[in-house]
């Protein structure tokens, strides 16, 4: 059973760098052909993805979100990591960890965690 679980602090001050850690069990992260997202959903709105990294190290991200997001992943703890820097208020939302098969089906999520952004 492949199980998600994501980690860190839930509140971030505004203009700092959000940090968050997903630990994966049951799998591998660098197993043929699985990405690894970051999702979020802010209240009261829709899921918004963020960006994943392959099983082979590459990164994409949401254009929107891009130029302050990045993934990377410690192999050796099997571990993920999400930093979104200079954050806003509006950064304010559950964090989310999944996996995504090489057809793009989502087929197993973290439980969440709630960041709040505020001073």
């Known amino acids: 059973q492949v199980q998600l679980q994501e980690s860190g602090p839930g509140l971030v001050k505004p203009s700092q760098t959000l940090s968050l850690t997903c630990t994966v069990s049951g799998a591998s992260i660098t197993t043929n052909y699985y990405y690894w997202n970051w999702i979020r959903q802010a209240p009261g709105k829709g899921l918004e993805w963020i960006g994943h990294?392959?099983?082979?190290?590459?990164?994409h991200y949401n254009p929107s979100l891009k130029s302050r997001t990045s993934i990377s992943r410690d192999t050796s703890k099997n571990q993920f990591t999400l930093q979104l820097s200079s954050v806003t208020p509006e950064d304010t939302a559950v964090y989310y960890c999944?996996?995504?098969?090489?057809?793009?089906?989502?087929?197993?999520w973290g439980q969440g965690t709630q960041v709040t952004v505020s001073s």
């Open positions: 990294i392959g099983y082979s190290g590459t990164t």
């Open positions: 999944a996996r995504d098969e090489a057809n793009g089906r989502r087929d197993y």
